[in-house]
Structure formats: C-alpha cells, structure tokens
C-alpha cells in the first residue's frame, strides 16, 4: 500500500536509512520545519509524517504547534523521532498531536511495523470517511423526496377542500401568508427570535394550508 510520506529530518545517515526501508512508498523529504510546509504546500494530501524532534531553524514541536492551531494539517498522521533517552520529548509531542513516537538507534522491523500500522488506519479512515460522505449526500436525496411527497400530498387534501368547496383556494393561500407574516413578526421578539428562524417559519408556511384539513370529514349540513 503505497502512502505519500513526508520524512522531516536534517541526519543524512537517518534519512538514507529511512529511504532503504521505505522503498516502496512515495516519500518527500524536508530538512527541517520551514522546509516541512513547504512541501506540504506543493502536496496537500501527504498521509503520514514522520518528524524529528531535534532540527535547526523550526524543531518538530514547533512544528506541532502549528499544526495543531491550523485544521488544514489535521489529516497528516505524524509520528516523531526521539533518542532513546528522550522521555519527555515523546510525551510531549504525544500531548502536541503526534500519534506515536519511533527512537534512535532507527530498528528497521519497528519502523516498518510502525508505518504498517498508522498506514492501515490512515486507510481506514479515508473508508470511512467516504462512507460518511455517501451516507449524507443519500440522506440529502431522501430529505429532498420526503419533502417533495409532503408538498404532494398537502396539495392533494387541499384539492380535496376545493373539489367540496368549502373553501377557495384564495383563502389558502392568503392564510399562508397571514402565518408568514406573524411568523416573522414575532422572530424579532427575543422570546421567540431562537425558535422562529427562517427554516423553521418555512415549514409552518408550507404546512398551513393543512389548518382546514378536519373539514374533509365533517358533513356538508355540519358546515
């Protein structure tokens, strides 16, 4: 599975290292943090970043910093490189946003697990995302024919009212406007201004005309 990997180191031997065991990925390469968003301009969807802490110029924690104020790096995955002896430096880029931490000496099966691992997720996630964005788009279509059914069928038991002629389609029609009206009347009241809001002042207009619905059942002699 092959991820566009963004490697932010200034060690030469490390970067050669990483290179050799991540062969099979698209990788791009940064020596410190200015250089990191650079790249990360030219290419918008790196999935994973694999980040050292200690480098000139702008260190990794100030590059988690930034990320984590800037929602458009909240996709990119980063792990951190940290020496063996270096405790609180992982911690502390864990607090910042990095999901996990790799140390040096670079272990050529840990790394390659690690990147397995946070590959698959990435890849979950993009899933599941998708999925999401399916499921919404479908329930943005199935809104959009229950509210087409719904106009049908008030139209439908209006036509009732007109076919017994009790009564025209003129007083319907000004009745919806009336609510309307008072409807937005009252939205500038601050009792009501939260619950009257243009959404919801369209669905009472839209359903008004079901005000005289009741009649259709009642007698013509009762009427």
Avoid: W
């Avoid at 607090?95 to 390659?112: C, F, H, M, Q, T």
């Avoid at 590959?119 to 899933?127: D, F, I, N, W």
């Avoid at 009212?161 to 319907?172: A, C, F, K, Q, V």
Wanted: aromatic share 6%; glycine share 4%; net charge negative.
């Amino acid at each position: 599975m092959e991820n566009k990997i963004l490697i932010v180191e200034d060690s030469i031997v490390d970067v050669a290292l990483i290179k050799a065991i991540l062969s099979d990925q698209n990788l791009y390469f940064a020596k410190d943090g200015i250089e990191a968003f650079e790249v990360i301009d030219k290419v918008p969807d790196i999935d994973l970043m694999i980040l050292d802490i200690n480098m000139p110029r702008m260190n990794g924690f100030e590059v988690l910093e930034i990320m984590r104020n800037n929602s458009k790096y909240a996709k990119i995955v980063t792990l951190i490189l940290t020496n063996h002896d270096e405790l609180e430096n992982e911690i502390k880029g864990l607090s910042l946003g990095a999901v996990d931490y790799i140390r040096k000496p670079l272990n050529i099966e840990s790394l390659r697990k690690r990147i397995d691992i946070h590959s698959r997720l990435k890849q979950a996630t993009k899933l599941l995302e998708e999925n999401n964005s399916i499921l919404e788009e479908t329930v943005k279509e199935r809104t959009s024919e229950i509210a087409l059914t719904r106009s049908i069928t008030i139209h439908a038991l209006i036509g009732l009212l007109e076919i017994r002629d009790i009564e025209s389609g003129n007083h319907t029609i000004r009745t919806q406007y009336f609510i309307k009206a008072i409807c937005e009347e009252l939205a500038k009241k601050d009792r009501y201004k939260d619950i009257l809001t243009e959404e919801y002042i369209m669905e009472i207009f839209e359903t008004a005309p079901l005000h005289d619905i009741g009649k259709v059942g009642v007698p013509d002699y009762i009427l």
